[in-house]
């Protein structure tokens, strides 16, 4: 692992980004898209983050982004975000998360799968720049 910037992922991290905040703010009423969709994505959202700054093996990566997901979920159970002493609807309360959920495990999971098929066919056509090590 190295660091190295890389524009393409800062746009995906910038698109995805903006796919969240408009489940969250526009298309809440839709419960399907807002309780699983926005899950299933954000794993997404953090896979180009870190590629963003970061060279690092994709597989690993993906399993690091899945074991910390639901490492998250999680400290839900435990109310860590009132334990911190966030307030409820505050930013950081709404970002860690504030109840817990297998199904979201499950988003996670297949997310984490999508981003892995995604990568795996990117990779064989030879349409990144970039081999994983």
Do not use: H
């Not at 979201?104 to 984490?112: E, I, P, Q």
């Amino acid at each position: 692992m190295k660091f190295q910037f890389s524009l393409k992922y800062l746009l995906l991290t910038v698109f995805i980004f903006l796919v969240e905040v408009l489940i969250a703010t526009k298309l809440s009423d839709i419960f399907f898209i807002r309780a699983y969709l926005g899950d299933v994505i954000v794993v997404m959202l953090l896979f180009t983050f870190v590629k963003s700054f970061v060279k690092i093996n994709d597989q690993k990566l993906i399993l690091g982004i899945l074991i910390f997901s639901f490492l998250v979920e999680f400290a839900q159970y435990f109310n860590i975000a009132e334990k911190l002493g966030f307030r409820p609807g505050s930013l950081m309360y709404i970002v860690i998360g504030n109840s817990f959920s297998w199904i979201d495990n499950l988003c996670y999971t297949v997310g984490c799968l999508i981003l892995y098929v995604l990568v795996k066919i990117t990779n064989n056509e030879g349409l990144t720049s970039t081999p994983n090590p």
